[in-house]
């Protein structure tokens, strides 16, 4: 028999709003999406996906239009505990890059995708019905990087090692999901209206690597 050793496993970290928060910030939210429909803009892949925020023409941010400080706090000590106590890395602090809101209809889905330009990304799930609500999912960074030519067998069964794409079938409202933003993500077709998350990038707020130091200032 083969004894079996999984090898460099990639973290998915999720945590979870206070649920008395969570029911506050949520009608905080979708409030503000029923009131200010005039800065919605389309997604580019797919017209019903759509997004606040999430646009060079717009001078303002979430924050600006939300200035809520404990949902902020949330956000970046989550991320600062997925970055040192899961990751091991020597930071002091998470900042947030951006943050932006994403409303996907019927039909809409997200390609996959990666985040330039930051450490750590995350989504927290302001309105979300696994039932009608497509769900998060990655793309295996090992085995869809390939350098052609490149040569492959035929799949007769899943396993683990096997697996081209991991579907997120444990997130629920509430959920805050982390990961190296360097991962492609996205989802599949939504078959139901009022899918709602926001969408975030971390960086740390000072990289230390060996002797050299540098800060990132916003």
Not at 63 to 91: C, H, T
Not at 133 to 162: D, G, I, K, Q
């Amino acid at each position: 028999m083969l004894g079996i050793y999984p090898l460099f496993p990639v973290p998915i970290a999720k945590t979870q709003y206070e649920p008395k928060k969570h029911v506050e910030f949520k009608k905080t939210v979708l409030d503000f999406i029923k009131d200010n429909k005039e800065l919605e803009v389309d997604g580019i892949i797919s017209p019903e996906l759509k997004h606040f925020f999430n646009s060079s023409e717009q001078e303002k941010g979430f924050f600006d239009y939300i200035p809520d400080q404990d949902f902020k706090n949330f956000l970046e000590e989550s991320a600062f505990d997925f970055v040192s106590g899961v990751m091991g890395r020597d930071v002091e602090q998470m900042m947030i890059t951006d943050c932006w809101i994403n409303t996907c209809y019927k039909n809409g889905f997200q390609r996959y995708h990666s985040h330039a330009n930051s450490y750590v990304s995350a989504t927290y799930y302001v309105n979300y019905i696994p039932s009608i609500h497509s769900a998060l999912a990655f793309s295996n960074p090992f085995l869809n990087v390939h350098v052609e030519p490149f040569m492959e067998l035929n799949t007769v069964e899943s396993t683990e090692f096997n697996q081209k794409d991991i579907v997120c079938d444990f997130i629920e409202e509430g959920d805050l999901v982390l990961w190296s933003s360097h991962l492609d993500h996205g989802y599949d077709i939504n078959i139901g209206n009022g899918r709602v998350s926001i969408s975030m990038n971390f960086v740390p707020s000072k990289f230390k690597s060996g002797p050299y130091t540098f800060s990132i200032q916003k």
